[in-house]
């Protein structure tokens, strides 16, 4: 019988297995979680061959190297990166064929901040509340990955065929968000919303998958009370103390106290999702989502 499972040799800095996410459980207090680049993780799935949901690698800055146990096709995308098979220099943004026992080695990011990995057949961890995701916040899901531990596959289907290459973004230069104002836009002076729309921030290194946080002008606040914990949906811009904006993520808390000055589109979220530490970003107002 074929062994269908990833040996992981180098788990890189933070290694997750992501899907679609675990929408529908905000209730529960469980975030939707999910791959922070929805659409380099479904591109890396038609790559080799996958359904939309199968789960997938996603790492942050510097890669990581797997051994499969059996001949497998791969696909790597997201953040540009230099792909190797045993050595030698091998494909990104297209499907690559790596016998069994090779070492498919993902490197560190030249441009973006995440990667994405798919294995025809899937990551194939047990499912919690229907999703695979790695959730840092909540700690459902698998633990992110370390280096010796083994990731089952599971057996491609053969439903869906590959595809040669697909075209994909590059890592912004300059991060652009669209937001709706409010819901608590009114708890900010005037000035405050003004600022956040007309001034350019900068993405800080202390972000994750929780939240984008931001360095930049501090946004004043017109009422100094406190909220009670409200729900908080994916792209709210909550404002902490400090003042500088906060763009929640997929593992971002279903409820949080800071007011919310405005909630970013979705769309915009995946290219959050590549901006490195330093990325300049503008929030640009709209009216409808």
Do not use: K
């Not at 808390?253 to 915009?268: C, K, L, N, W």
């Amino acid at each position: 019988m074929t062994d269908r499972a990833l040996s992981v040799v180098r788990a890189g800095a933070l290694t997750t297995v992501q899907d679609l996410g675990r929408p529908g459980h905000a209730h529960l207090g469980v975030p939707r979680s999910g791959a922070l680049d929805g659409p380099a993780a479904a591109l890396v799935n038609r790559l080799v061959g996958n359904r939309p949901e199968a789960a997938v690698l996603e790492t942050t800055l510097n890669g990581c190297a797997v051994r499969p146990r059996s001949t497998v096709t791969v696909a790597v995308a997201g953040a540009p990166c230099p792909v190797r098979v045993d050595g030698r220099p091998a494909a990104w943004g297209a499907p690559v064929r790596v016998p069994a026992g090779a070492l498919l080695d993902v490197g560190a990011a030249v441009s973006g901040v995440r990667g994405y990995v798919a294995v025809s057949g899937g990551i194939a961890v047990e499912p919690v509340l229907g999703s695979r995701s790695t959730d840092l916040l909540s700690g459902l899901g698998p633990a992110p990955l370390t280096d010796g531990s083994v990731l089952p596959l599971g057996s491609p289907d053969g439903l869906h065929a590959p595809v040669d290459v697909g075209p994909q973004p590059a890592p912004p230069a300059e991060l652009v968000l669209r937001v709706t104002p409010g819901p608590r836009h009114d708890w900010f002076t005037p000035e405050a919303v003004r600022t956040l729309t007309s001034r350019t921030y900068r993405v800080s290194p202390m972000s994750n998958r929780i939240g984008l946080r931001t360095e930049g002008p501090a946004l004043e606040r017109a009422l100094s009370g406190e909220l009670p914990s409200e729900g908080m949906v994916l792209g709210a811009v909550q404002v902490p103390p400090d003042g500088r904006p906060v763009v929640f993520l997929a593992d971002h808390p279903t409820t949080g106290g800071y007011p919310v000055i405005a909630v970013v589109r979705t769309a915009d979220l995946p290219a959050a999702a590549q901006a490195v530490p330093g990325t300049p970003v503008r929030f640009m107002a709209v009216h409808r989502r």
